[in-house]
């Protein structure tokens, strides 16, 4: 009987704790565990760091009033994290945009070149010349062509297969 007794004490003093609950790590630490989320994928890689980048910011620079919610979603497909992140905002933004519609407004542009960024590991610097015109304003009108830099930042999503995860125009 007494041998009994001592399991059960063990048991009872250290052996049959349970993890705390979900909630109770959220009450103790003020945050809540949630799983990680899927990982992205994208419709079309291609088969260089530098043509991902200078497929993404062709697209990126040439639209219409008309196309350009279309041409944002179809590059949201074709990247990933913050690159989709951006390009998607900028198609709900754009679907909605009064002045643009109204305007006529179209963009046109080169990509002029893209070059590793010195000590940062898959990130490129991109330089584009674009021009911005409409059709239903004179906004626009003797707008010389203009020079953009971006940042991109490019993640290999299978064997030779890269597209574009950061985009962070900075002119």
Same mark, same amino acid.
């Given at each position: 009987m007494r041998g009994a007794a001592l399991l059960c004490a063990v048991v009872l003093?250290?052996?049959?704790? #349970?993890p705390p609950s979900k909630v109770a790590t959220a009450q103790a630490t003020h945050e809540y565990p949630s799983p990680k989320p899927a990982p992205q994928t994208a419709v079309a890689g291609q088969p260089s760091a530098v043509e991902a980048v200078r497929a993404f910011a062709t697209a990126y620079i040439n639209w219409t009033a008309e196309t350009v919610p279309g041409d944002m979603r179809a590059l949201a497909e =074709?990247?990933?994290? *913050?690159? =989709?992140? +951006?390009?998607? &905002? +900028? +198609?709900? *933004?754009t679907a909605s945009d009064y002045e643009l519609q109204r305007g006529g407004i179209a963009n046109t542009g080169t990509v002029e070149a893209v070059a590793p960024l010195p000590g940062a590991a898959d990130q490129y610097v991109v330089v584009t010349r674009e021009s911005t015109s409409a059709t239903n304003t004179t906004a626009y009108q003797g &707008? *010389?062509? $203009?020079?953009?830099?971006?940042l $991109? #930042?490019?993640s290999e999503v299978g064997a030779g297969e890269w597209v574009v995860s950061g985009w962070q125009p900075e002119s």
């Open positions: 003093i250290g052996g049959c704790s #349970t =074709r990247s990933i994290g *913050q690159a =989709r992140s +951006a390009v998607e &905002l +900028a +198609a709900v *933004q &707008l *010389q062509p $203009a020079w953009h830099v971006a $991109a #930042t490019v």
